[in-house]
């Protein structure tokens, strides 16, 4: 962990339920604080998903505010397993203070015809240097 590092967690679901395709919000954590140019945020954590069988993948992003905010880090994308826990993890450097702000882990089925489940979130965000 880095020094002087701020921990922040959810274990909360913000979305039970994946409509087929639609990029969905499944954890928010609010109020991160990075204050100090340089610093590093990082965004890690496990998300249970029951996948229709027809769903042939798994994206997951973090933005900030909102499922069409400014998105942070890369998508990260798996081949579908019907019923499994993914791992994600998402770092940045600050290239200024930002202040204050809410991030979202979003979830993206890829083919589905039918609804995706939530079944479990883990999200942590450390800010450090």
């Known amino acids: 962990m880095p020094a002087n590092a701020q921990v922040y967690q959810t274990t909360s679901i913000t979305n039970a339920t994946i409509v087929t395709t639609a990029e969905t919000i499944v954890a928010t954590i609010p109020s991160v604080n990075i204050d100090t140019y340089g610093y590093v945020l990082r965004i890690d ?20 505010n909102t499922v069409t905010g400014t998105q942070v880090g890369s998508t990260i994308t798996y081949p579908t397993i019907a019923a499994v826990a993914y791992a ?18 979003t979830v993206t089925v890829a083919d589905a015809s039918a609804n995706t489940t939530v079944a479990a979130v883990v999200v942590t965000a450390t800010v450090g240097n």
């Open 45 to 64: 954590g496990m998300i249970a998903l029951t996948t229709p069988a027809d769903s042939t993948g798994v994206s997951f992003k973090v933005r900030r």
């Open 88 to 105: 994600f993890d998402v770092s940045v450097i600050a290239a200024q203070p930002v202040g204050q702000h809410t991030y979202v882990i």
